[in-house]
């Protein structure tokens, strides 16, 4: 359509329910971070685990930064 009628197509949205469904989420699990609580789910399928605070976790959830490893026999990070 574009090369025979000239309409352009439509330009991309963002991603505006996955930043949400994140937000949300990151949200929820930092409630339960704090009381020291596990998430319903965890208790209903039977998973051992808790979410716990670490003090690089704002780090980790920056875009451009996120967890990083050192891979020393190949200096890749």
Do not use: C
């Amino acid at each position: 359509m574009d090369n025979k009628l000239g309409v352009k197509r439509p330009p991309g949205f963002p991603f505006a329910l996955n930043s949400a469904v994140d937000a949300l989420l990151k949200k929820e699990f930092d409630i339960l971070r704090e009381k020291g609580e596990t998430h319903e789910l965890f208790d209903r399928y039977g998973v051992d685990a808790r979410p716990v605070s670490h003090e690089e976790l704002d780090k980790w959830r920056e875009n451009f930064q996120g967890v990083q490893h050192h891979h020393e026999p190949t200096g890749m990070i």
